[in-house]
């Protein structure tokens, strides 16, 4: 079965310090793994997404990430984070049949 | 386009009434879900439909129904509101394709208070 486990429900950083949001994913085929963003009362977009290609992926505002299979990981980062990043980010990875299995989430606060 | 929508934005209802909650996509996506949001707990999957026809129940169905007569809609109903469906409800849809990076496009959500 698949699953997704977010380190931390709130992380806390400071305008232009390193975002690093974490996550563990368990899969029984090849995974595919999703990173969205959801900006208060507004409902989720896709960030990034990684489908058995580089296993470094880049995505919108500066956010990238790397599936690290030996780890099951597949953390989001973003180099120098803005205002405008605060939000919740949700890690997801692809389950059996039709399905998409999220992670509780990790709100993102950044404070200036 | 305008992609997946959803109305009401916000609803109130008292427990016991019935209500739809309204979802539509204009990407001829055949992969359509609902999805509910409670803090703490991510997204979880209510019904979801792969193609019109097509329904079938996720992790949390108890209390809701759906139908998908066509491509594009993907109505949910709450038969007999209980203050535990309090929620923000999600839409979402994707195309299904052999090709398909399992993308999924949301709508904007529905609040709904139940007291």
């Known amino acids: ?112 | 386009n305008a992609g997946v929508t959803q109305t009401p934005k916000f609803q109130v209802l008292k427990t016991g009434q019935s209500m739809t909650l309204q979802c539509a996509q204009d990407m001829n996506h055949e992969y359509m879900s609902w999805y509910r949001q409670d803090p703490g707990m991510g997204l979880r999957l209510i019904h979801y439909s792969v193609g019109a026809g097509i329904t079938d129940q996720g992790e949390v169905p108890n209390g809701y129904n759906v139908s998908r007569s066509t491509t594009e809609d993907f109505p949910l109903r709450l038969l007999s509101a209980a203050p535990s469906q309090t929620s923000v409800y999600f839409c979402a849809s994707r195309n299904s394709g052999q090709r398909s990076s399992y993308e999924q496009y949301f709508g904007p959500g529905t609040r709904l208070t139940v007291t």
């Not at chain 1, 090849?30 to 290609?53: C, D, E, I, R």
């Not at chain 1, 692809?94 to 404070?111: Q, S």
């Open chain 1, 1 to 112: 079965a698949q699953s997704v486990t977010q380190l931390g429900s709130h992380v806390s950083v400071s305008e232009g310090a390193l975002v690093l949001l974490r996550c563990n994913y368990s899969s029984s085929v090849p995974p595919y793994l999703f990173w969205y963003v959801q900006y208060p009362n507004q409902g989720l977009q896709l960030l990034l997404k990684y489908t058995s290609a580089a296993t470094l992926v880049k995505g919108i505002n500066g956010f990238e990430a790397e599936f690290k299979k030996s780890e099951t990981s597949f953390h989001l980062t973003k180099p120098s984070a803005h205002m405008s990043d605060a939000a919740e980010y949700f890690c997801a990875v692809r389950g059996g049949g039709f399905k998409t299995i999220f992670g509780a989430g990790t709100r993102l606060f950044v404070k200036a």
